[in-house]
Antibody, heavy 119, light 119 residues
Framework: EVQLVESGGGLVQPGGSLRLSCAAS????????FNWVRQTPGKGLEWLSY????????YYADSVKGRFTTSRDIARDSLYLQMSGLRDEDTAVYYC????????????WGQGTTVTVSS | QSALTQPASVSGSPGQSITISCTGT?????????VSWYQQHPGKAPKLVIY???NRPSGVSNRFSGSKSGNTASLTISGVQTEDEADYYC???????????????????FGAGTKVTVL
């Protein structure tokens, strides 16, 4: 079964750091590009980062550029989101998504992991 | 980065057709055929229903169709059913550079979402 499973969410104080993980299974991880997307409670979706399959093409949204870093470990079939300088407004459910290679469409989504930034 | 513009809500009776619009600019929807649509039921992760403006992934009902004219994309649900009641989000590739896939100017952007109610 094609699957993405996020982990690493939790409660963190403003200014703190957190690393999210996304474990992939059921497909060849190294051949796909991925995204991180978040959703604030009761609000819409916000794209955060795109990580190209080659590892050389990485995009970030302005809202997280310089604070968040996306990386991957091919040996572990895992994608990561390192978050630092966290703010109250970063509180959200964070999704890992697979790029379908068709016009940046996201064809596989994880179940999400919740990050709460609060003192 | 401003979101794409969607109506907050759209409603229809079972069997009717409904259309959701998604308006952007020449830097996103108008400039590329990289428009996707996602369906999200409460408490669930989003699901891809349309990619590259008008293509349906395998397994998605042919009641869902997509189109684009200028800077506006549209999702039409023909013969809407109760199970179609959900939030719908459009997404597009956006570039502020003439160089497609330039890391410094490439982003993805979502609409704010449209709640579809089946009366």
């Amino acid at each position: 079964e094609v699957q993405l499973v996020e982990s690493g969410g939790g409660l963190v104080q403003p200014g703190g750091s957190l690393r999210l993980s996304c474990a992939a299974s059921g497909f060849t991880f190294s051949k796909y590009s991925f995204n991180w997307v978040r959703q604030t409670p009761g609000k819409g979706l916000e794209w955060l980062s795109y990580f190209g399959w080659s590892g050389t093409t990485i995009y970030y949204a302005d809202s997280v550029k310089g604070r968040f870093t996306t990386s991957r470990d091919i040996a572990r079939d895992s994608l990561y989101l390192q978050m630092s300088g966290l703010r109250d407004e970063d509180t959200a459910v964070y999704y890992c998504t697979r790029d379908s290679s068709r016009g940046y469409a996201m064809d596989v989504w994880g179940q999400g992991t919740t990050v709460t930034v609060s003192s | 980065q401003s979101a794409l513009t969607q109506p907050a809500s759209v409603s229809g009776s079972p069997g009717q057709s409904i259309t959701i619009s998604c308006t952007g600019t020449s830097s996103d929807i108008g400039g590329y055929n990289y428009v996707s649509w996602y369906q999200q039921h409460p408490g669930k992760a989003p699901k891809l229903v349309i990619y590259e403006v008008s293509n349906r992934p395998s397994g998605v009902s042919n009641r869902f169709s997509g189109s684009k004219s200028g800077n506006t994309a549209s999702l039409t649900i023909s013969g809407v059913q109760t199970e179609d009641e959900a939030d719908y989000y459009c997404s597009s590739y956006r570039s502020s550079s003439t160089l497609v896939r330039s890391s410094s100017s490439s982003t993805l952007v979502f609409g704010a979402g449209t709640k579809v109610t089946v009366l």
